[in-house]
């Protein structure tokens, strides 16, 4: 398909992402679960409704097999730059690139997302990145690893975040993302399939409920406001 249209229809999106495959060795400390086809091209073709794909530099943090970069790249995406601690699932993300003929339109990167954005925060980048998008852990191995990506994220400083997150913790999350400097919303809220990928799980498959989030840069004066407001408490 031609990774370079601005416009591309659900069913044409979903056929596409469909023949990703999913870890071949999961990490449950890592929360690693395969993103649904469908949930994938909702969630860029929502972005793409924004002009926040197409001819944009986008990041994908916690890349694992790459659903989402690959949606971002079939999306239009100028670059597309995927980020992940753990090589075996960059492993899985260059076998899906391959198999799609993507290998020169996404760069992975094997890193720590934190430290990552934090080194490409202190370099000049006369373009920067204008779109994030993740689908963080939700942190119910590790507490407060959603708010660490998120705040990874923002040290980027896009011009906009999509990051999917428990419904449960929207209040806090979008509090969060002010401080940050960002106005958040929750765009859609989704049922995030959880199919049986650990020895645990008693069900072949479940799901969780989840927003998207879209984060915004704030004018300077609200986010001046936002901390100082955070200060004081």
Do not use: W
């Not at 419904?167 to 809220?189: C, N, P, Q």
């Not at 479940?206 to 004066?221: E, F, H, K, N, W």
């Amino acid at each position: 398909m031609d990774a370079a249209t601005p416009q591309l229809r659900v069913k044409r999106l979903r056929a596409v992402l469909q023949s990703v495959r999913p870890f071949s060795s999961p990490k449950i400390e890592l929360e690693q679960y395969h993103t649904a086809a469908d949930l994938a091209a909702r969630i860029l073709l929502l972005a793409q409704s924004h002009g926040d794909v197409a001819g944009r530099t986008v990041v994908d943090l916690g890349c694992g097999t790459a659903m989402l970069a690959i949606a971002a790249r079939a999306c239009g995406a100028g670059v597309v730059i995927g980020v992940d601690t753990d090589a075996d699932a960059l492993a899985d993300a260059a076998s899906n690139l391959r198999a799609l003929e993507m290998e020169d339109g996404v760069d992975l990167v094997h890193s720590e997302v934190g430290s990552f954005c934090r080194s490409v925060a202190k370099r000049p980048r006369p373009a920067g990145v204008h779109t994030v998008i993740t689908n963080p852990p939700f942190g119910t191995r590790t507490a407060g690893a959603d708010v660490a990506f998120l705040e990874a994220a923002a040290a980027l400083q896009p011009q906009v975040i999509y990051s999917l997150h428990k419904t449960s913790t929207r209040a806090f999350l979008l509090g969060r993302a002010e401080e940050m400097g960002y106005h958040a919303e929750a765009v859609a809220e989704m049922a995030f399939p959880l199919p049986k990928a650990y020895a645990f799980h008693r069900k072949s498959e479940g799901s969780v409920a989840v927003d998207l989030l879209r984060l915004t840069r704030a004018p300077p004066a609200a986010a001046t406001a936002a901390a100082a407001a955070a200060a004081g408490e």
